[in-house]
């Protein structure tokens, strides 16, 4: 009688796991903090901190909130939910109006602290320009910041930008990066009402814009009676009786 010999193989299983290829909240992302590119900003978020590069990049992961500093001076806090996240101070303060107080201000004094005075070029703040004043009393959207921050610059070379200046510049950079923000309107036109003039005589009316950056300045001038007196388009008045 012929047995046969039943031989078994252990058999090994394995647990196979799913890889999912989703996003990864988790990854460390790479964002820019521009008005020109802004190097020198301390940045803080609940798990990585730093100072932004030449190129104005820090780094954050999705869903955290980052708080950016300019020297003693806290920026409000930007939570970020997508990647390769661009900020600029209308992000910072929750607007698309460049005339915002906040953003205003923000572009001033960033572009001020720069250390070649150049924002063309991109905006460098040294740690040497930081320790050499103290902006913990600054407030970005108080009506007394520019007598606060006069104050605090007066030992210093630093020279306070011009809102006009600061907000051209970031006009510039924001239509460089294809971001469009709301217009800037003429909010009031003061002119020189008061005046004589003898048939003959000319007199180019003095008139003050508000804001001096607003978008579009265009002024149409016109007589209510051109028998008495005729203005031409460059507000040039004529006596004519």
């Not at 047995?3 to 820019?32: H, M, Y």
């Not at 020279?159 to 971001?179: P, R």
């Given at each position: 009688?012929?047995k046969?010999?039943?031989k078994f193989?252990?058999?090994?299983?394995?647990?196979l796991?799913?890889?999912?290829?989703?996003?990864?909240?988790?990854?460390v992302?790479?964002?820019?903090?521009?008005?020109?590119?802004v190097?020198?900003?301390t940045?803080q978020?609940?798990?990585l901190?730093?100072?932004?590069?030449?190129?104005g990049?820090?780094?954050?992961?999705?869903g955290?909130?980052?708080?950016?500093?300019?020297?003693d001076?806290e920026?409000?806090?930007?939570t970020i939910?997508v990647e390769?996240?661009?900020v600029?101070?209308?992000?910072?303060?929750?607007?698309?109006?460049?005339?915002?107080?906040?953003?205003?201000?923000t572009?001033?004094?960033?572009?001020s602290?720069?250390?070649?005075?150049?924002?063309?070029n991109?905006?460098n703040i040294?740690?040497d320009?930081?320790?050499?004043i103290?902006?913990a009393?600054?407030d970005?959207?108080?009506?007394t910041?520019?007598?606060?921050?006069q104050g605090?610059?007066?030992d210093?070379?630093?020279v306070?930008?011009?809102e006009?200046?600061?907000v051209?510049?970031?006009?510039?950079?924001?239509l460089e990066?294809?971001i469009v923000?709301e217009p800037?309107l003429?909010?009031q036109?003061?002119?020189e009402?008061?005046?004589?003039?003898?048939?003959?005589?000319t007199?180019?009316v003095?008139l003050?814009?508000?804001p001096?950056?607003?978008?579009d300045?265009?002024?149409v001038?016109?007589?209510?009676?051109?028998?008495?007196?005729?203005?031409d388009?460059?507000?040039?008045?004529?006596?004519?009786?």
């Amino acid at each position: 009688m012929i047995k046969s010999k039943l031989k078994f193989l252990p058999i090994a299983l394995f647990s196979l796991g799913l890889i999912s290829c989703g996003n990864d909240d988790s990854a460390v992302q790479t964002g820019r903090f521009i008005d020109s590119s802004v190097s020198g900003l301390t940045y803080q978020t609940g798990s990585l901190s730093g100072i932004t590069n030449e190129l104005g990049e820090f780094t954050y992961r999705i869903g955290e909130t980052v708080i950016f500093s300019i020297g003693d001076v806290e920026l409000p806090p930007v939570t970020i939910t997508v990647e390769d996240q661009v900020v600029t101070p209308l992000t910072v303060f929750e607007t698309e109006e460049v005339t915002h107080t906040g953003v205003v201000n923000t572009l001033r004094l960033l572009q001020s602290l720069d250390d070649d005075n150049d924002p063309n070029n991109g905006i460098n703040i040294s740690q040497d320009v930081i320790e050499q004043i103290t902006l913990a009393d600054i407030d970005l959207e108080s009506e007394t910041f520019d007598q606060d921050v006069q104050g605090v610059l007066a030992d210093t070379q630093v020279v306070l930008v011009s809102e006009e200046q600061a907000v051209e510049h970031f006009k510039e950079t924001l239509l460089e990066e294809e971001i469009v923000p709301e217009p800037i309107l003429v909010e009031q036109v003061t002119i020189e009402a008061n005046f004589s003039l003898l048939t003959g005589e000319t007199k180019t009316v003095s008139l003050d814009i508000s804001p001096n950056f607003a978008d579009d300045k265009t002024i149409v001038w016109q007589s209510s009676d051109d028998q008495v007196a005729m203005v031409d388009a460059d507000g040039i008045v004529t006596a004519i009786s």
